[in-house]
């Protein structure tokens, strides 16, 4: 089976990437900032960005037939690491209202600079998602 894009059309159309890549029924979750439909980084700081990001990426998983549970790994890429810390607890919060308590292999990762200057944050994921509740998307 080949590889097959994963582009929700509630995301920003994507140019140049793909939101997800399927390939059997592993997802590979490209990296989302805090972009929403109009492809702003959304205001208010890193958990509003948190919150942004992470629904962005659970809309690719849901759009393959996921759920989070499928989730194996989560890369968070982060400009402030202080300041992910500092809000940790409201971060879990979100966590939790969007994914429920279980939670896959992690990692943070601080580095300089995203692709937009203000994003403060950067998710990647990797999910498997069983046979039964697979859904591959129709190539365009």
């Given at each position: 089976?080949?590889?097959?894009?994963?582009?929700?059309?509630?995301?920003?159309?994507?140019?140049?990437?793909?939101?997800?890549?399927?390939?059997?029924?592993?997802?590979h979750?490209?990296?989302?900032?805090?972009?929403?439909?109009?492809?702003k980084?959304?205001?208010?700081?890193?958990?509003?960005?948190?919150?942004?990001?992470?629904?962005?990426?659970?809309?690719?998983?849901?759009?393959?037939?996921?759920?989070?549970?499928?989730?194996?790994?989560?890369?968070?890429?982060?400009?402030?690491?202080?300041?992910?810390?500092?809000?940790?607890?409201?971060?879990?919060?979100?966590?939790?209202?969007?994914?429920?308590?279980?939670?896959p292999?992690?990692?943070?990762?601080?580095?300089?600079?995203?692709?937009?200057?203000?994003?403060?944050?950067?998710i990647?994921?990797?999910?498997?998602?069983?046979?039964?509740?697979?859904?591959?998307?129709?190539?365009?």
């Amino acid at each position: 089976m080949s590889p097959v894009a994963v582009n929700p059309a509630s995301l920003p159309a994507p140019s140049g990437y793909s939101h997800g890549t399927l390939a059997g029924t592993t997802l590979h979750l490209g990296g989302q900032t805090a972009t929403d439909a109009e492809m702003k980084i959304v205001p208010g700081g890193i958990v509003e960005q948190f919150r942004q990001s992470f629904s962005n990426v659970l809309t690719t998983l849901r759009e393959a037939g996921g759920v989070p549970e499928d989730l194996v790994s989560i890369t968070i890429y982060l400009t402030d690491i202080p300041d992910y810390q500092a809000h940790g607890r409201e971060i879990g919060k979100v966590w939790r209202e969007l994914a429920g308590p279980v939670y896959p292999a992690m990692a943070g990762i601080g580095c300089t600079a995203l692709w937009q200057p203000e994003a403060v944050i950067e998710i990647v994921g990797v999910a498997v998602i069983p046979e039964d509740r697979l859904v591959t998307p129709i190539q365009k």
